[in-house]
């Protein structure tokens, strides 16, 4: 099974770290960075729903964190 990613160097990176980069690629300084992975929606969702008490960026951190632990435990299968 191969990471699903767009970039795969966004593991192991923290949500302040993943900020930092994705806002440093937004052209509009006025929109909210967002990860190619994982749109605002599925957050607001996640919140909405109380799956998630964490901000947007360490969501996503979470998110690529519990991707990769699923790909380790189909890698063992």
Known sequence: MTLKLTDPKDVNLSGTELKA???AQNPDM?????????????WAQAASELDTL??????????IDALLIEQEESDED
């Open 30 to 42: 006025n929109a909210w960075s967002v990860h190619p992975d994982y749109p605002h929606e599925d």
């Open 21 to 23: 980069k994705y806002d």
């Open 54 to 63: 964490q901000g947007y960026w360490d969501w996503v951190a979470h998110q």
